[in-house]
Nanobody
Framework: QVPLVESGGGLVQAGGSLRLSCAAS????????MGWYRQPPGKQRELVAS???????NYADSVKGRFTISRGNAKNTVYLQMNSLKPEDTAVYYC??????????WGQGTQVTVSS
């Protein structure tokens, strides 16, 4: 098991910003990719953004232009900068890490609530 520790969630007004952090116990280069998923109330978990060990990024259409995923200098931390937040961004956000063997690891989740 690889612990993934998330932080940075909270309550923010529409139009505001939050930055989520995910720290892994191993270097990000131990994984083929890391990313963020979210699960809105009553809905399925969905991909928000991901970044590969090579630096390639992928975003859900709903967050393109508003969210940015990046790696920290320590190489074991991934950030999700969320700007222009909307009420529909309200969800529990989960950090995810995937090994080349396709084994998935998940964080415990952090709540993001955007008020209108």
């Amino acid at each position: 098991q690889v612990p993934l520790v998330e932080s940075g969630g909270g309550l923010v007004q529409a139009g505001g910003s939050l930055r989520l952090s995910c720290a892994a116990s191993e270097s990000m280069f131990s994984f083929s990719s890391m990313g963020w998923y979210r699960q809105p109330p009553g809905k399925q978990r969905e991909l928000v953004a991901s970044i590969t060990s090579g630096g390639s990024t992928n975003y859900a259409d709903s967050v393109k232009g508003r969210f940015t995923i990046s790696r920290g200098n320590a190489k074991n931390t991934v950030y999700l900068q969320m700007n222009s937040l909307k009420p529909e961004d309200t969800a529990v956000y989960y950090c995810n890490a995937v090994r080349i063997s396709f084994i998935n690891y998940w964080g415990q989740g952090t709540q993001v609530t955007v008020s209108s």
